[in-house]
């Protein structure tokens, strides 16, 4: 997804030797300071991803003597970049872990310092904790928590004459209602899809990952994949959805497909609420009537509101620079448990955003102007079982890299499912696991 920036297998191997061995990963916890004391934080897209200053200030108001500035970095190229300055020792006391992919990286090479201690202080609520753990110790906090949920569109639904989705769903119920509600929304003079699949490859491997028993990223087996491609090929044939081709080569945006009514659903992560309610505010979206359901389920085992739904989601971190001022360790430590705090977590549902403590928010999101009122909705949002995209290993990055080429082979229809799968096998055997 992109909220994950990519980096070649090479250039992260190299940069990992190249971090390897710098910084101190063992500073010790130091008292509060009383003096006045700035911090440094990474963020990208400023002026549009408000969650940095949200965080900065409101941690600013309940320590007036520490000051959170901002350094901004290119969005698309955050990983590659804060990996480079890491190395030369200009990184920010605080930098992002925008998802699990180069979290080795980071932890492995030394530039993370243990903050097992803020950890162990956190409420269990806090999701995404467990994907920060190596070796018994925490290397970052997690202050979101997205996961991936399906959108849908009220209105259009009403004018296809299709019954909303509820937490009952399977995959073959999702592709049997976008084959529906596509046929009636022609018929009704409509140019709306009944879906639209974003490029990317968490789209397809995403849940085929969380959800298919047994699946496991580092055996080097992706069978598991088959079904998920094989119906995604099959409602791009069916015209239910846009074909990657026209995706990718018309350059399309999930947000301006759902939010510009042209798809009747959408599977996406959470982050999307606040760009939802903020392009409907604006006038960049249309105004109408949405809500959220359950992902669709590998099978009936996990649907229903008596079960837990089963998605995916990496969370989002905060980890300490490992070549930090030790004078400035127990601020940099202090804005960690703010941000994984409830104080921390409101301020973010205040504007949208999924904190890593859903539970300690669902009022004050659900209470925002333009949120769906429906219990489905609060549901898909607080109650399900999120599995990591990118289960941490040394072999994450790699594997994502080459099954991201096996992505776009097959929805580009260059490749057969069952020959870009070995295709994918092979290339993990000989590229990646055998390192």
């Given at each position: 997804?992109?909220?994950?920036?990519?980096?070649?297998?090479?250039?992260v191997a190299a940069l990992a030797l190249t971090l390897a061995g710098c910084g101190d990963d063992d500073a010790a916890p130091e008292t509060m300071p009383t003096g006045p004391i700035t911090l440094s934080l990474a963020g990208w897209s400023l002026a549009t991803t408000p969650e940095f200053k949200t965080?900065?200030?409101?941690?600013?108001?309940?320590?007036?003597?520490?000051?959170?500035?901002?350094?901004?970095?290119?969005?698309?190229?955050?990983?590659?970049?804060?990996?480079?300055?890491?190395?030369?020792?200009?990184?920010?006391?605080?930098?992002?872990?925008?998802?699990?992919?180069?979290?080795?990286?980071?932890?492995?090479?030394?530039?993370?310092?243990?903050?097992?201690?803020?950890?162990?202080?956190?409420?269990?609520?806090?999701?995404?904790?467990?994907?920060?753990?190596?070796?018994?110790?925490?290397?970052?906090?997690?202050y979101r928590q997205d996961s991936?949920?399906?959108?849908?569109?009220?209105?259009?639904?009403?004018?296809?004459?299709?019954?909303?989705?509820d937490s009952s769903w399977t995959w073959d119920d999702y592709a049997a209602a976008a084959k529906r509600l596509t046929t009636a929304l022609k018929g009704a003079g409509s140019s709306a899809l009944g879906d639209y699949q974003h490029v990317w490859q968490s789209t397809v491997q995403g849940f085929a990952l969380a959800q298919t028993p047994g699946?496991?990223?580092?055996?080097?087996?992706?069978?598991?994949?088959?079904?998920?491609?094989?119906?995604?090929l099959d409602l791009?044939?069916?015209?239910?959805?846009?074909?990657?081709?026209?995706?990718?080569?018309?350059?399309?945006?999930?947000?301006?497909?759902?939010?510009?009514?042209?798809?009747?659903?959408?599977?996406?992560?959470?982050?999307?609420?606040?760009?939802?309610?903020k392009q409907q505010s604006t006038g960049d979206a249309d105004t109408f009537a949405w809500g959220m359901a359950p992902a669709p389920q590998f099978d009936a085992s996990t649907t229903g509101t008596s079960k837990k739904p089963i998605t995916f989601g990496d969370p989002t971190g905060l980890g300490i620079n490992a070549g930090i001022d030790k004078q400035k360790v127990a601020a940099a430590k202090a804005f960690l448990a703010y941000a994984a705090s409830q104080q921390g977590a409101k301020s973010l549902a205040g504007i949208g955003i999924t904190p890593a403590d859903t539970a300690a928010v669902t009022g004050d999101l659900f209470a925002l102007k333009g949120m769906p009122s429906d219990d489905v909705s609060k549901f898909a949002f607080s109650t399900h079982e999120t599995r990591p995209e990118n289960p941490v290993s040394k072999y994450t990055a790699g594997l994502q890299n080459l099954l991201n080429d096996m992505h776009s082979a097959v929805l580009s229809g260059s490749k057969d499912v069952d020959g870009a799968i070995k295709a994918a096998q092979d290339r993990a055997k000989n590229e990646v696991l055998n390192k």
């Open positions: 997804m992109k909220r994950s920036f990519t980096a070649t297998v090479s250039v965080l900065a200030d409101g941690f600013h108001a309940a320590n007036p003597n520490v000051t959170v500035e901002l350094k901004e970095y290119d969005a698309t190229n955050y990983d590659t970049q804060m990996i480079a300055d890491l190395a030369a020792k200009k990184a920010p006391d605080i930098y992002i872990q925008k998802n699990l992919k180069n979290f080795y990286t980071y932890q492995s090479g030394k530039q993370l310092l243990d903050v097992s201690d803020v950890a162990g202080k956190l409420d269990d609520k806090v999701g995404g904790l467990s994907g920060y753990k190596v070796d018994g110790k925490t290397w970052a906090v997690p991936w949920v399906l959108f849908y569109n009220r209105a259009l639904f009403d004018k296809a004459g299709v019954q909303y989705p699946a496991k990223l580092e055996s080097g087996d992706f069978g598991y994949l088959k079904p998920y491609y094989s119906r995604s791009q044939t069916a015209g239910a959805q846009p074909t990657f081709g026209t995706a990718t080569t018309n350059k399309l945006t999930y947000q301006a497909q759902f939010g510009k009514q042209s798809a009747a659903m959408m599977l996406m992560g959470t982050w999307y609420i606040a760009t939802l309610l």
